[in-house]
């Protein structure tokens, strides 16, 4: 038997790399310390709500119409008001400055226009931030209309419509995005340094060393993606702790399923990693080609903006990003809490992925070799 | 400092970079790739909003209401559900991000002074888009709402005779969009991501210049000649800020002439502040260079730094007012936060120097402070 042998090999090559990882302390800071500082910036950075938005007003009239309008606005907390004046001159300068994203004017002769039923307000909106604009005006024009409604004669909807949110009740865009966060630093961290640790001990020489060593070409793959697993699964646990403790995203889903996920999802990524290695001769050449991968993988694979949404074309692309894959199974482990029985189609993905990359690595490896 | 060896200096650095032809590729081919894939391939905008339906009337009336949804270009209807214990699989397999519950006394009550109640479930986890299709919800149900009251079944009195006529709004919004009219996210994107990309590629060029010469010995050659620190920090930027300024001119060239975003500014000022920009950016990558002496741990470092602060604290993406107070004092370490406000004031807005002589100021603050922390790091070297 032979199998026996091939594991204590590649038990001895995993030996070598977790040691060269021990004996250079700054890597290991890198590699463990990093993403958990990374998670808790970025954590409180990928919010995409919208809520005090800077506002500048201009009450022109200065009767007690306008300022319950103003109050009205104001107590809405979804606008801060950064700023008032009595000149329209001024909000212009605000918004072109951008210290305002909107801006509310009210015209002289507001409260008796008002009366008769005519009342008229202007909202001038900074829209360079499409997104942040369009959910600012909705806000806006929302607290308009229930002024509106509060003063005229009550209409009654046709349909009444009671909406709820499922899985993230309070829309809090932290609770989608921190889990998207941890699928790009496993990624990131398995990844790159993959690629660069292959790299190097061809640049000093040393993987020569390890050809003509007994090693066989999928022996010597699997011994160089091992203990980067291992970083990985220790970090995805490391940075999966702070989301849940640090930032209370709800967790619904089931821990072991989300390891074994995790598992599947490190195969492409460090498959990649080795691939990468594999066609760069220097470090640099290996840093530059990861560069090449993480970049669509940041945008498109649905981490930033909805695939959905994007061009028939792009969305193929996307299914080819393991990153696309695993964003909607630790989404859906963290906040739906679903099950493989839903997330089959996913898992086979990220494997087949994994194999087809994994594949590719050892083959060039045994073509160079 | 001497120009000469300034410029001999410059000059073998861009000999090293005309034969590495990767970098090459990279330096000059990935800024319009990126530019090109991404101006095409994402938006903020959400569209075909996959719907299901429960609709368990089944009337001519529920059946126009379901039009109403399908009719205002918002929303897909994707599955027709035949019963209540189908809500919670649709959307838990994401096959539905939102459904729409029509009770059984839809059409009996449509029109009287009790309202059918109309259900609908959304999928919040993307809270953002949540929020969205709430808005389009709204805006179709105000829609049928109003269509109902113009043609279809008047709806009677309710309490405290309103009704008779449909009172008009007593008050009248007008809403104006400026600088991006018509709300595209095209046009917010594009410069942004001119930003973005310009940094990333910019500290990423950089990184490895010094640390690789350190790893290949060849740092004891560059010591030994008579050249200073500051010269050998200044002559390896050169070729890349050259390399970054071509960049930026036809990466804002595609995004006027290709994706048709306006450009209402100066060209000129926008080319005076992209240099400033990107001495700054360069020079952190050649700080992390000559402070992190390993390749591996640089580009590790230069990651860590530029790639996902770029994305992330730079306000491309992530309003950077929501965010807690020591991050927003974090974003003001990232040069593309100032470059950010800069690309969209000169695109978008039109603005000059007026309006960004404070992004301006920093920015060079940055690009002289990265510059001398690189110089007093790469002395540190020289002198082990």
Excluded: C
Aim: charged share 15%; aromatic share 8%.
């Amino acid at each position: 038997m032979r199998a026996p042998a091939a594991l204590r090999r590649i038990g001895e090559l995993v030996r070598k790399e977790l040691l060269q990882v021990r004996r250079n302390p700054a890597l290991a800071r890198v590699l463990l310390v990093a993403p958990m500082i990374q998670l808790v910036v970025f954590g409180y950075a990928v919010s995409t709500d919208v809520r005090d938005t800077s506002a500048f007003v201009v009450d022109r009239d200065l009767s007690a119409e306008s300022r319950a309008l103003l109050d009205a606005f104001t107590a809405s907390g979804h606008f801060r008001i950064d700023g008032r004046s009595q000149r329209e001159t001024d909000a212009v300068a605000a918004l072109d400055h951008g210290r305002a994203t909107v801006a509310l004017v009210v015209p002289s002769g507001f409260a008796a226009d008002l009366a008769a039923g005519r009342g008229r307000v202007q909202l001038l909106v900074d829209g360079t931030n499409s997104n942040t604009a369009g959910i600012a005006r909705g806000y806006a024009l929302r607290i308009l209309a229930r002024y509106a409604a509060g003063r005229g004669k009550p209409v009654l909807p046709a349909v009444e419509v009671r909406q709820r949110a499922w899985y993230n009740q309070n829309l809090a865009s932290r609770n989608y995005n921190v889990p998207g966060v941890i699928a790009m630093l496993v990624l990131l961290t398995s990844m790159l340094v993959t690629s660069l640790a292959v790299v190097r001990e061809r640049e000093i020489g040393t993987l020569e060393q390890l050809q003509v060593s007994p090693l066989r070409p999928i022996e010597l793959v699997l011994g160089k993606a091992i203990p980067f697993a291992l970083v990985g699964l220790v970090d995805l646990a490391l940075v999966t702790t702070v989301a849940i403790l640090w930032f209370r995203v709800p967790f619904n889903g089931s821990l072991t399923l989300l390891a074994v996920e995790a598992l599947v999802y490190l195969v492409p990524s460090l498959g990649l990693g080795l691939l990468i290695s594999t066609i760069s001769r220097t470090q640099q050449e290996a840093f530059l080609s990861s560069f090449l991968v993480l970049l669509p993988t940041l945008l498109l694979s649905g981490f930033m903006f909805p695939v959905s949404s994007m061009p028939r074309a792009f969305q193929w692309i996307a299914q080819l990003i393991p990153m696309t894959h695993f964003l909607v199974i630790v989404r859906g482990i963290f906040l739906k809490g679903i099950g493989l029985d839903l997330l089959w189609p996913r898992t086979l993905a990220l494997l087949a992925l994994g194999v087809v990359l994994f594949g590719a690595a050892v083959l060039r490896f045994r073509r160079r070799s | 400092m001497r120009p000469r060896r300034l410029w001999a200096i410059a000059r073998k650095e861009a000999i090293q970079l005309r034969r590495d032809s990767r970098s090459l590729i990279i330096a000059f081919a990935m800024p319009v790739l990126l530019l090109v894939l991404f101006g095409y391939a994402i938006t903020f905008d959400v569209r075909n909003v996959r719907t299901a339906v429960l609709d368990q009337d089944l009337s001519k009336q529920s059946r126009a209401f379901v039009d109403a949804f399908r009719a205002s270009g918002y929303f897909t209807v994707v599955d027709a559900l035949a019963g209540p214990d189908q809500v919670a699989p649709a959307l838990d397999a994401g096959r539905a991000q939102i459904v729409l519950v029509i009770p059984p006394d839809f059409s009996r009550r449509l029109g009287t002074p009790r309202p059918p109640r109309v259900q609908a479930v959304i999928d919040g986890s993307d809270a953002n888009t949540a929020t969205l299709i709430e808005g389009y919800l709204q805006g179709t149900v105000a829609e049928v709402t109003r269509r109902l009251a113009a043609g279809g079944p008047v709806h009677s009195a309710g309490d405290g005779g309103a009704g008779s006529n449909p009172a008009a709004p007593p008050l009248t919004v007008d809403v104006r969009v400026w600088f991006n009219e018509e709300l595209d996210s095209t046009n917010a994107i594009v410069p942004g991501l001119v930003a973005v990309i310009m940094m990333i590629i910019a500290a990423l060029l950089t990184s490895l210049t010094l640390a690789r010469e350190w790893e290949r010995g060849t740092m004891e050659q560059l010591a030994s000649t008579p050249v200073g620190r500051l010269e050998v920090v200044l002559g390896k930027l050169l070729p890349y800020l050259a390399i970054g300024l071509v960049d930026t001119a036809v990466s804002t060239a595609l995004g006027v002439f290709l994706f048709g975003v306006p450009f209402r500014g100066n060209p000129l000022l926008l080319m005076v502040l992209s240099f400033f920009f990107l001495v700054g950016a360069l020079g952190l990558g050649m700080f992390i260079s000559a402070t992190v002496r390993s390749q591996l741990l640089a580009s590790q470092v230069a990651l860590i730094a530029t790639l996902l602060p770029a994305f992330l604290l730079s306000g491309f993406m992530f309003d950077i007012a929501v965010m807690p107070l020591p991050l927003r004092l974090l974003t003001y370490l990232i040069p593309a936060r100032y470059f950010l406000v800069v690309t969209r004031g000169i695109f978008l807005k039109g603005v000059g120097v007026e309006v960004l002589a404070l992004q301006g100021g920093l920015m060079v603050l940055f690009a002289a402070i990265g510059l001398a922390l690189a110089a007093r790091n790469f002395k540190k070297e020289i002198a082990a």
